[in-house]
């Protein structure tokens, strides 16, 4: 028997203990990596000042043109329902004249 035929067969409650310590685990490994990696980039003074200075200001407008893309494509697209929405109706109209 493998190991996850042996894990089907123990009772619900074992199982369930077994997800919850397991996925506890993956989160410390995963949250522990992520502390490192986060540490080590920031050991530099200079790249967080840098950081703010030059990344933040394009980000924001990164951020803003990016929406006023969306705006733009949000209004082409209700534009475009409300001419098909007008279309049908004038079919709709002439269907029912005859």
């Known amino acids: 028997m493998n190991f996850i035929e042996k894990l089907q067969n123990k009772p619900k409650k074992i199982r369930t203990l077994i997800l ?3 996925s506890g685990i993956v989160m410390l490994i995963v ?3 992520w502390l490192c990696c986060f540490s080590t980039n920031n050991n530099d003074g200079n790249m967080k000042s840098n950081f703010k ?3 933040l200001p394009s980000l924001l407008e990164s951020i ?3 929406f006023l893309i969306f705006k733009e494509k949000i ?4 534009k475009e329902i409300k001419e ?3 279309k049908l109706e004038e ?3 002439g269907q029912e004249a005859e």
Request: glycine share 0%.
């Open 20 to 22: 919850w310590v397991s």
């Open 53 to 55: 200075k030059t990344e």
């Open 31 to 33: 949250v522990s990596i």
């Open 84 to 86: 098909q929405t007008t």
């Open 64 to 66: 803003k043109q990016d």
């Open 91 to 93: 079919l709709d109209e």
């Open 75 to 78: 209004s082409a697209s209700l």
